[in-house]
């Protein structure tokens, strides 16, 4: 035993000491913990930025991810483990759950993929070749020992239903709901019932439903969710206000200043670009900015930056949005925006 203590001591100080060298001319990633972790790059291309993953680097492997030498100062990662917490920088590149190329840093949500906080890789002024840790970035997850229900069936209360992408190459086909502060992807495999699956094909997005079922902590604030019991709640009043908020809207004072609501997201928008995803609920109350009394709020909440806003509902019509924004009180004014090709909710047309 003391003698397999000792070989295993010897192996990693080697590991160690090689990560000071570099090489070979090229960024090398260096798992330096005791998982797989599945990891994502960015970095500047011939004319645009592109990100790629998966890879999935086992322990104490340094796989090649960009093959030198190196023409970039600065490279972006991005690690996706359950059970690990991932320190970013808040520099926002597209991803997808499958394996990916992606072109270009903005508008991810409009072209079907999602976004991601990277942290930036320094390599130096004159680096040709670096190798790089990911424990730099990485720590265990406090809540890794509560991150998988089991076969515990959980009550998950209210969750908003965003829409389904049957269109996925290497994975199952998934549908996303929306609970306070966390994105679930319920997935067309044996764990939920064709009956749970079908009945999922049938509601609209935007449509309020009451879940209980287990949950496995896929990364950041999304989880595998495997559904046992699904019930459609009846329409409030904050539902009905949701409902009027889907689409697009422009603010009637800069024409570049846009936003669009699908389900419980909202995707803001200057000059075309993407700027923010946000996970967005009417409320009775704002209780990030002590606001309640007034009518109905707009709460919204960043999780790429934990960024909460709150707004209050001051006017709505089929063509236009007066928000109050909290607590400063200003008032923002917004035109509806015709969308094409966008699926309309079925709960009834914008009254008055």
Same mark, same amino acid.
């Given at each position: ?5 000792? &070989? =295993? ?14 090489? %070979?001319?090229?960024? #090398? ?28 680097? @086992? @322990? ?11 023409? #970039? ?8 483990? @359950? ?5 970013? +920088?808040?520099? !926002?590149?597209?991803?997808? /759950? ?11 949500? $409009? ?24 424990? /730099? ?12 229900? *089991? ?14 992408? /049957?269109?996925? &190459? ?7 709901f929306v609970g306070e502060e966390k994105r679930y992807l319920?997935?067309?495999?044996? =764990? /939920? ?18 879940? &209980? ?33 889907? *689409? ?11 936003? $669009? !609501? ?36 707009? +709460? ?11 707004? %209050? ?19 923002? %004014?917004?035109? $509806? ?16």
């Amino acid at each position: 035993m003391a003698l397999c203590l000792f &070989r =295993r001591f010897i192996l990693l100080l080697f590991f160690l000491l090689g990560l000071t060298t570099t090489a %070979r001319a090229e960024l #090398e990633l260096c798992n330096d913990t005791n998982a797989e972790q599945q990891v994502a790059i960015g970095y500047w291309g011939t004319d645009d930025w592109v990100s790629k993953g998966w890879w999935q680097i @086992p @322990p104490m492997q340094c796989p090649v991810v960009v093959a030198g030498p190196l023409t #970039e100062r600065d490279y972006y990662l991005r690690v996706e483990t @359950p059970g690990w917490d991932f320190r970013d +920088d808040k520099l !926002i590149f597209c991803v997808n /759950n499958d394996d990916f190329t992606i072109v270009g840093d903005e508008n991810c949500i $409009r072209r079907r993929h999602r976004q991601a906080g990277f942290a930036r890789i320094d390599t130096g002024t004159e680096q040709s070749a670096f190798r790089y840790r990911l424990s /730099n970035n990485l720590t265990r997850s406090a809540s890794h020992s509560v991150a998988h229900s *089991g076969d515990k069936v959980m009550d998950l209360g209210a969750l908003v239903f965003q829409g389904c992408r /049957n269109d996925t &190459r290497s994975h199952d086909a998934f549908c996303t709901f929306v609970g306070e502060e966390k994105r679930y992807l319920v997935y067309d495999n044996e =764990r /939920n019932s064709d009956e749970i699956w079908e009945k999922i094909q049938t509601l609209d997005e935007g449509r309020r439903v009451h879940v &209980r079922g287990n949950c496995t902590e896929l990364f950041d604030t999304t989880e595998a969710l495997t559904i046992t019991e699904l019930e459609l709640l009846p329409l409030n009043e904050a539902d009905r206000m949701l409902q009027r908020l889907q *689409g697009a809207w422009q603010s009637a004072l800069d024409t570049n200043d846009s936003f $669009r !609501i699908r389900g419980a997201e909202r995707v803001s928008s200057y000059a075309g670009a993407e700027t923010a995803e946000e996970y967005v609920s009417v409320q009775r109350h704002c209780g990030q900015a002590d606001q309640a009394g007034q009518g109905l709020y707009l +709460d919204s909440w960043d999780s790429n930056t934990g960024t909460w806003l709150c707004y %209050r509902i001051a006017q709505v019509s089929a063509h236009e949005l007066t928000l109050i924004y909290l607590p400063q009180g200003q008032k923002l %004014r917004y035109l $509806r925006v015709e969308e094409t090709g966008s699926k309309g909710l079925s709960l009834g047309l914008y009254p008055g």
